[in-house]
């Protein structure tokens, strides 16, 4: 058995600031060394059980196909076969609407993935089982039959399928503060990832937002790295498991190394792309005690691929910058595994010269190149800078030999496809009861009078609901669900926030989503209503904005609700904090529940006093977006509500909170 347990549990509370120019190597060399060799590490080799070997060992089958060798010898053995063009396919990620399985396998293909939005038609389970199948048929079936390597970007639970469990965005799993409950959703999105065929997850996100204009602050669990690196090694455990060969271990991708989250505001910019991808604001310490520091912990939990970030520090683009990527995470820290780019990322290195970047590029450090689509010029490319010596075979075979072990290590050659029972555990009520919990848990009570929560089930006066938000499973579950940006409306299958209010109350309940309740007599009023208003869904770039705060109609919704009720609740659906303005005088309580996903039950969980609030921040909420420059978490300038600062229901402190106050 391959045991990731040999990278030993991440010390909590541990610093992981990385040295300037430090020499010492992490526990993940020695990790990736024995899946190497691995008979140097655990004393045998586990085959993979008779019932499920692809292909049994034979006297005349070629020595890779062994299932008893080490790993080392397999790569060894199946590279010594492979031709130039087999080396450069296993190099070539590719999106799988631009190619066929027919040509992928033709063409040796080492990867394909699904981007966001990139699902079957129709979007079920068996039909990812069938089209990620197609690939590795094809693959199996070529002269070396080396199996494909498919993945997702499956950040919060399998958000790519309709009907999976969609877990709570890691900014909401921050203020949870719980890598028991972040490992237990690592666990549950690789059994529905596996479930449908697919063994490799672009997750967690390592990044250390430090301006919320950024549009993928959702994706990260906080500003403060030691909670990023704490949370984001739970989830590697969770993916991976304790045994990499197990059909439902699914590979971690720590991304995007590095400083994707220090990346600062471009004013010069018309639109569009204002933070995302751009350069990241810090020197080589704050790079290091900052954005270095999550990985180390990821590494330890057992992580053996990395992303590389479109971001740009000194040197330039980071997928070309041989110093980020290989003297500080190979040589500095001990990182000895795969290192892919990101989608079309390997293309800017160096701007209207793709062969110049192709070959920076893969001299600098990238093993695996997600193309993503016109993988015919990246291969002439490549091969091209084979043949004029612009990158050494030696080079390549470095890279295949990545590649491949981690092939090997996963099992892929011996078990290329998971047991298609597993689909019944996609959306199950273990599943969805796991992220109800989880949302509990990441609410955050930023205000209240003491006496409007929790709410009463058992209350038979009215109770006012308004908002898109509120009946909105598309809003609630933000970007990276079922396409890319996102969407609104009944997008997958789930509860919402104002059908699980629906469920908890004994009382009437009123909903009108613009507030004006034209049902109701015009002098009508409730003693409690709800808004639940906030972002709607978005992506990187689309979500990079300079107006942190609700829109107008969204804030004429809180008002309208406000004039009909003598207390009013407002529930922030968001994936950043937000400047409150208007709505700080106008709620008697203010709940964020960040973006939940499938499971709205959980916010009502905590509206009625079902489960107790216990969410803290895990970013600083600034005054207004004029301040962002001076927030920080170990500091109340500009801040309304510090790091770490979150409410009891009844209002007072929660133990170990933090306050600007007194």
């Known amino acids: 058995m391959i045991s990731m347990m040999v990278f030993g549990p991440t010390p909590v509370g541990a610093s992981w600031g990385v040295p300037r120019r430090a020499t010492r190597r992490t526990s993940v060399a020695l990790a990736f060394a024995c899946l190497i060799v691995l008979s140097g590490c655990t004393g045998e080799s586990s085959p993979a059980e008779p019932e499920d070997t692809a292909a049994e060992s034979t006297a005349d089958a070629p020595g890779y196909r062994d299932a008893s060798a080490p790993v080392a010898e397999r790569v060894d053995d199946l590279l010594a076969r492979m031709t130039l063009e087999d080396k450069l396919g296993q190099m070539t990620l590719i999106e799988k609407g ?11 293909i080492g990867a394909i993935l699904s981007g966001g939005g990139g699902s079957p038609s129709p979007n ?20 070396l039959g080396i199996p494909v390597l498919y993945g997702v970007d499956a950040i919060h639970g399998h958000n790519n399928l309709r009907g999976a469990t969609i877990f709570p965005h890691n900014v909401g799993l921050g203020a949870a503060r719980d890598p028991a409950l972040v490992e237990a959703i690592g666990r549950a999105t690789a059994l529905e990832t596996a479930a449908t065929d697919i063994r490799w997850n672009y997750a967690p996100v390592l990044a250390v937002p430090q301006d919320l204009r950024w549009g993928r602050t959702y994706e990260a669990f906080g500003e403060d790295p030691e909670l990023v690196g704490e949370l984001g090694a739970a989830l590697v455990r969770g993916l991976q498991g304790d045994d990499l060969t197990a059909e439902t271990s699914v590979l971690a991708t720590p991304k995007h190394w590095v400083g994707d989250g220090g990346t600062g505001w471009d004013t010069s910019i018309a639109s569009g792309y204002r933070i995302d991808q751009g350069v990241t604001l810090a020197g080589e310490e704050e790079l290091r005690t900052v954005h270095v520091a999550p990985y180390p912990a990821a590494f330890d939990a057992g992580a053996i691929t990395v992303m590389a970030s479109y971001s740009s ?3 330039g683009k980071v997928h070309g910058d041989r110093y980020l990527l290989t003297d500080l995470l190979r040589d500095e820290l001990g990182f000895e595994g795969l290192l892919v780019s990101d989608w079309g990322a390997v293309d800017q290195v160096l701007p209207g010269d793709y062969y110049g970047s192709v070959v920076q590029s893969i001299n600098a450090g ?5 193309v993503p689509t016109h993988y015919e010029l990246f291969l002439t490319a490549l091969g091209g800078a084979v043949e004029q010596g612009d990158i050494e075979e030696e080079r390549i075979d470095e890279a295949v030999r990545r590649v491949l072990t981690v092939k090997f290590a996963m099992g892929l050659f011996d078990r290329p496809s998971t047991s298609p029972e597993l689909i019944e555990l996609i959306g199950s009520d273990e599943h969805r009861q796991l992220a109800r919990q989880a949302v ?3 609410v955050v009570l930023l205000e209240t009078d003491g006496a409007t929560l929790p709410l009463d089930a058992a209350d038979p006066e009215p109770l006012l609901v308004a908002g898109p938000a509120a009946n909105d499973i598309g809003i609630q579950s933000g970007g990276w669900t079922i396409s890319w940006q996102g969407g609104s409306g009944a997008t997958t299958q789930g509860t919402t926030i104002l059908e699980a209010l629906e469920e908890a109350l004994d009382g009437p309940l009123v909903y009108d989503r613009t507030g004006r309740f034209a049902s109701l007599a015009e002098d009508e009023r409730a003693p409690v209503g709800i808004a639940v208003v906030g972002e709607r ?20 919704v809180v008002r309208r609700l406000h004039q009909r009720v003598d207390r009013l609740v407002v529930v922030l659906v968001t994936g950043r904090p937000l400047v409150l303005g208007e709505i700080a005088t106008l709620a008697d309580a203010i709940v964020v529940a960040w973006l939940p996903g499938t499971e709205g039950a959980g916010v009502v969980d905590v509206l009625t006093g079902a489960e107790p609030v216990g969410g803290r921040l895990s970013f600083t909420w600034p005054e207004d977006v004029g301040v962002l420059d001076r927030v920080r978490s170990d500091a109340c300038d500009g801040a309304v509500y510090p790091y770490g600062y979150g409410l009891g229901i009844d209002g007072r402190l929660l133990p170990g909170a933090a306050s600007c106050e007194g």
């Open 313 to 315: 520090w000194e040197n």
């Open 537 to 556: 869904p978005y992506a990187e770039g689309a979500g990079d904005t300079d107006r942190l705060a609700l829109s107008e109609q969204e804030l004429e």
């Open 124 to 143: 079920t389970a068996g039909a990812w089982r069938e089209m990620v199948g197609s690939y590795q048929a094809a693959a199996g079936e070529t002269p």
């Open 98 to 108: 631009s190619i066929s399985p027919e040509t992928a396998a033709e063409r040796g």
């Open 440 to 442: 509990a848990r990441s």
């Open 366 to 370: 990238i093993d695996l190149v997600m």
